[in-house]
Protein backbone atom coordinates (compact mmCIF):
# COMPACT_ATOMS: atom_id res chain seq x y z
CA UNK A 1 0.00 0.00 0.00
CA UNK A 2 2.71 2.56 1.29
CA UNK A 3 4.56 1.88 -2.41
CA UNK A 4 1.67 2.32 -4.40
CA UNK A 5 1.59 5.89 -2.49
CA UNK A 6 4.28 6.62 -3.35
CA UNK A 7 4.25 5.28 -6.89
CA UNK A 8 0.84 7.34 -7.01
CA UNK A 9 2.91 10.74 -6.35
CA UNK A 10 5.96 9.90 -8.76
CA UNK A 11 3.68 9.49 -11.79
CA UNK A 12 1.31 12.53 -11.20
CA UNK A 13 3.51 14.81 -9.46
CA UNK A 14 4.87 16.71 -13.00
CA UNK A 15 1.66 15.04 -14.68
CA UNK A 16 0.00 18.47 -15.31
CA UNK A 17 -2.51 16.79 -18.37
CA UNK A 18 -3.86 14.31 -16.13
CA UNK A 19 -7.37 14.57 -15.53
CA UNK A 20 -7.13 13.08 -11.74
CA UNK A 21 -3.42 13.91 -10.37
CA UNK A 22 -2.21 13.38 -7.05
CA UNK A 23 -1.33 16.30 -6.40
CA UNK A 24 -4.94 17.59 -6.44
CA UNK A 25 -5.78 15.77 -3.54
CA UNK A 26 -5.78 16.42 -0.13
CA UNK A 27 -3.20 13.87 0.43
CA UNK A 28 -0.43 15.63 -0.85
CA UNK A 29 -0.49 18.27 1.97
CA UNK A 30 -0.93 15.76 4.64
CA UNK A 31 1.65 13.28 3.47
CA UNK A 32 4.43 16.00 3.35
CA UNK A 33 3.24 17.73 6.43
CA UNK A 34 3.89 14.21 8.12
CA UNK A 35 7.07 13.96 6.37
CA UNK A 36 8.30 17.16 7.80
CA UNK A 37 7.17 16.53 11.36
CA UNK A 38 8.41 12.69 11.73
CA UNK A 39 11.70 14.30 9.92
CA UNK A 40 14.88 12.66 12.24
CA UNK A 41 15.82 15.69 14.44
CA UNK A 42 18.84 14.04 15.72
CA UNK A 43 20.27 13.41 11.92
CA UNK A 44 23.92 15.18 10.71
CA UNK A 45 25.89 14.65 7.99
CA UNK A 46 29.29 15.54 7.01
CA UNK A 47 29.99 19.23 7.12
CA UNK A 48 31.80 19.58 4.14
CA UNK A 49 28.19 17.97 2.35
CA UNK A 50 26.19 20.21 4.92
CA UNK A 51 28.23 22.98 3.49
CA UNK A 52 27.99 22.33 0.27
CA UNK A 53 24.58 21.30 -0.14
CA UNK A 54 23.54 24.71 2.19
CA UNK A 55 25.05 26.75 -0.54
CA UNK A 56 23.31 24.60 -3.82
CA UNK A 57 19.93 24.57 -1.49
CA UNK A 58 20.29 29.03 -1.50
CA UNK A 59 21.48 29.02 -5.08
CA UNK A 60 18.74 27.12 -6.08
CA UNK A 61 16.24 28.73 -4.28
CA UNK A 62 17.40 32.26 -5.21
CA UNK A 63 16.92 31.00 -9.26
CA UNK A 64 13.30 29.48 -9.12
CA UNK A 65 12.20 32.52 -6.86
CA UNK A 66 13.90 35.10 -9.73
CA UNK A 67 12.59 33.06 -12.84
CA UNK A 68 9.09 32.62 -11.12
CA UNK A 69 9.12 36.42 -10.53
CA UNK A 70 10.13 37.29 -14.08
CA UNK A 71 7.79 34.89 -15.49
CA UNK A 72 4.74 36.36 -13.77
CA UNK A 73 6.21 39.79 -14.60
CA UNK A 74 5.90 38.85 -18.51
CA UNK A 75 2.55 37.79 -18.17
CA UNK A 76 1.47 40.65 -16.47
CA UNK A 77 2.73 42.44 -19.60
CA UNK A 78 1.40 40.41 -22.40
CA UNK A 79 -2.02 39.53 -20.44
CA UNK A 80 -2.22 42.62 -19.12
CA UNK A 81 -2.95 43.77 -14.71
CA UNK A 82 -6.72 42.12 -14.94
CA UNK A 83 -8.93 41.44 -11.43
CA UNK A 84 -11.22 38.91 -12.93
CA UNK A 85 -12.75 35.01 -11.21
CA UNK A 86 -10.36 32.62 -13.50
CA UNK A 87 -8.54 34.73 -15.83
CA UNK A 88 -5.33 34.04 -15.42
CA UNK A 89 -5.69 30.10 -14.78
CA UNK A 90 -7.05 30.34 -18.59
CA UNK A 91 -3.21 30.82 -19.66
CA UNK A 92 -1.06 27.42 -19.54
CA UNK A 93 2.52 29.25 -18.48
CA UNK A 94 0.56 30.69 -15.38
CA UNK A 95 -0.88 27.32 -14.61
CA UNK A 96 2.78 26.13 -14.86
CA UNK A 97 4.49 28.85 -12.72
CA UNK A 98 2.01 28.73 -9.90
CA UNK A 99 1.82 24.67 -9.97
CA UNK A 100 5.88 24.71 -9.86
CA UNK A 101 5.58 27.64 -7.22
CA UNK A 102 3.07 25.22 -4.74
CA UNK A 103 5.64 22.58 -5.39
CA UNK A 104 8.62 24.96 -4.13
CA UNK A 105 6.61 25.59 -0.88
CA UNK A 106 7.39 21.55 -0.38
CA UNK A 107 11.11 21.73 -1.17
CA UNK A 108 11.11 25.05 1.21
CA UNK A 109 10.66 22.02 4.03
CA UNK A 110 14.67 21.56 3.41
CA UNK A 111 15.39 24.81 4.91
CA UNK A 112 14.22 23.44 8.99
CA UNK A 113 15.75 20.23 7.69
CA UNK A 114 19.07 22.56 7.27
CA UNK A 115 18.76 23.89 10.64
CA UNK A 116 18.29 20.27 12.47
CA UNK A 117 21.40 19.19 10.47
CA UNK A 118 23.28 22.13 11.87
CA UNK A 119 22.25 21.29 15.46
CA UNK A 120 19.81 24.32 15.69
CA UNK A 121 15.99 24.60 16.32
CA UNK A 122 13.84 26.05 14.43
CA UNK A 123 11.64 28.68 15.89
CA UNK A 124 7.84 28.54 15.48
CA UNK A 125 7.29 31.10 13.18
CA UNK A 126 9.40 28.77 10.67
CA UNK A 127 7.73 25.97 11.59
CA UNK A 128 3.92 27.68 10.89
CA UNK A 129 4.99 29.66 7.92
CA UNK A 130 6.26 26.05 6.10
CA UNK A 131 2.83 24.08 7.25
CA UNK A 132 0.30 26.68 6.25
CA UNK A 133 2.04 27.48 3.29
CA UNK A 134 1.64 24.07 1.89
CA UNK A 135 -1.93 23.97 2.94
CA UNK A 136 -3.02 27.24 1.54
CA UNK A 137 -0.70 26.65 -1.69
CA UNK A 138 -2.70 23.78 -2.10
CA UNK A 139 -6.16 24.99 -2.01
CA UNK A 140 -5.73 28.23 -4.03
CA UNK A 141 -4.07 25.65 -6.84
CA UNK A 142 -6.49 22.83 -7.04
CA UNK A 143 -9.50 25.21 -6.78
CA UNK A 144 -7.85 28.18 -9.55
CA UNK A 145 -8.33 31.08 -7.12
CA UNK A 146 -6.98 33.81 -9.37
CA UNK A 147 -5.84 35.91 -6.87
CA UNK A 148 -2.80 33.58 -6.13
CA UNK A 149 -0.95 35.55 -8.89
CA UNK A 150 -0.23 38.75 -6.12
CA UNK A 151 0.79 36.36 -3.54
CA UNK A 152 2.79 34.89 -6.19
CA UNK A 153 4.06 37.57 -7.30
CA UNK A 154 5.36 39.54 -4.37
CA UNK A 155 6.50 36.54 -2.54
CA UNK A 156 8.82 35.14 -5.32
CA UNK A 157 10.24 38.80 -5.54
CA UNK A 158 11.02 38.71 -1.50
CA UNK A 159 11.68 34.93 -1.45
CA UNK A 160 14.84 35.98 -4.32
CA UNK A 161 15.74 38.70 -2.15
CA UNK A 162 16.14 36.44 1.07
CA UNK A 163 17.38 33.11 -0.55
CA UNK A 164 20.18 35.38 -2.34
CA UNK A 165 20.90 36.77 1.49
CA UNK A 166 21.45 33.61 2.68
CA UNK A 167 23.71 32.12 0.32
CA UNK A 168 25.78 35.63 0.33
CA UNK A 169 25.79 34.47 4.43
CA UNK A 170 26.96 31.13 4.03
CA UNK A 171 29.74 32.30 1.69
CA UNK A 172 31.04 34.57 4.55
CA UNK A 173 30.53 37.72 2.39
CA UNK A 174 29.07 39.84 5.61
CA UNK A 175 28.51 43.22 4.08
CA UNK A 176 25.19 41.72 3.45
CA UNK A 177 24.23 40.90 6.89
CA UNK A 178 23.13 44.69 7.49
CA UNK A 179 20.00 43.99 5.27
CA UNK A 180 18.79 41.11 7.70
CA UNK A 181 16.23 43.66 8.88
CA UNK A 182 14.65 45.22 5.95
CA UNK A 183 13.98 41.43 4.27
CA UNK A 184 12.09 41.23 7.36
CA UNK A 185 10.59 44.08 7.09
CA UNK A 186 10.17 43.21 3.29
CA UNK A 187 7.88 39.93 4.85
CA UNK A 188 5.74 42.14 6.82
CA UNK A 189 5.19 44.81 3.50
CA UNK A 190 4.90 41.39 1.21
CA UNK A 191 2.21 39.82 3.79
CA UNK A 192 0.12 42.98 3.36
CA UNK A 193 0.11 43.89 0.34
CA UNK A 194 -1.05 40.30 -1.13
CA UNK A 195 -3.70 40.37 1.70
CA UNK A 196 -5.06 43.98 0.83
CA UNK A 197 -5.25 43.58 -3.15
CA UNK A 198 -6.34 40.18 -2.75
CA UNK A 199 -9.20 40.80 -0.23
CA UNK A 200 -10.32 43.97 -1.96
CA UNK A 201 -9.77 43.65 -5.87
CA UNK A 202 -11.22 40.25 -6.12
CA UNK A 203 -14.20 40.84 -3.52
CA UNK A 204 -17.64 39.17 -4.87
CA UNK A 205 -18.85 39.56 -7.60
CA UNK A 206 -15.57 40.01 -9.27
CA UNK A 207 -14.86 36.57 -7.64
CA UNK A 208 -16.88 33.44 -7.15
CA UNK A 209 -17.98 33.26 -3.11
CA UNK A 210 -16.52 29.79 -2.96
CA UNK A 211 -13.32 31.03 -4.02
CA UNK A 212 -13.58 34.32 -1.64
CA UNK A 213 -14.01 31.77 0.86
CA UNK A 214 -10.74 30.13 0.01
CA UNK A 215 -9.14 33.50 -0.05
CA UNK A 216 -10.05 34.59 3.53
CA UNK A 217 -8.79 31.16 4.85
CA UNK A 218 -5.40 31.97 2.76
CA UNK A 219 -5.41 35.36 4.57
CA UNK A 220 -6.47 33.95 7.41
CA UNK A 221 -3.05 31.90 7.79
CA UNK A 222 -1.43 35.09 6.49
CA UNK A 223 -2.55 37.41 9.38
CA UNK A 224 -1.25 34.82 12.50
CA UNK A 225 1.90 34.89 9.91
CA UNK A 226 1.89 38.95 10.41
CA UNK A 227 1.35 38.54 14.08
CA UNK A 228 4.53 36.09 14.13
CA UNK A 229 6.37 38.00 12.12
CA UNK A 230 5.72 41.27 13.89
CA UNK A 231 6.70 39.43 17.30
CA UNK A 232 10.26 38.58 15.54
CA UNK A 233 10.83 41.67 14.88
CA UNK A 234 10.28 43.27 17.91
CA UNK A 235 12.62 40.76 19.72
CA UNK A 236 15.03 40.97 17.55
CA UNK A 237 15.36 44.40 16.73
CA UNK A 238 13.82 46.80 18.91
CA UNK A 239 13.85 44.59 22.49
CA UNK A 240 17.48 43.38 23.20
CA UNK A 241 18.65 42.50 26.19
CA UNK A 242 21.80 44.33 26.81
CA UNK A 243 25.07 42.73 27.79
CA UNK A 244 26.08 43.48 31.36
CA UNK A 245 29.99 43.77 31.20
CA UNK A 246 32.24 42.50 33.59
CA UNK A 247 33.60 45.13 36.52
CA UNK A 248 37.37 45.90 35.96
CA UNK A 249 38.92 46.00 39.60
Not at 22 to 37: A, Q, R
Not at 160 to 177: D, E, S
Amino acid sequence: MYNNFLRKICESLFDLNSSISFIETHKTPIFGILCYLLYPKQLRINKDILYIYSIVHNLLLTIFSAFTFGSLVQILINDGLVFKSGYYFQNPKFVKIIYYFYLSKYYEFFDTFLLYLNGKTPIFLQKYHHIGAVIVWHLVFINEVDSIWIATFVNSFVHTIMYFYFLCCILKINQVRYIKKYITTLQLAQLTISGYFGLVYYYPPIETKEKYNIMLLFYSYVVILIVLFLQFYYKTYIFKIPLVKPKIV
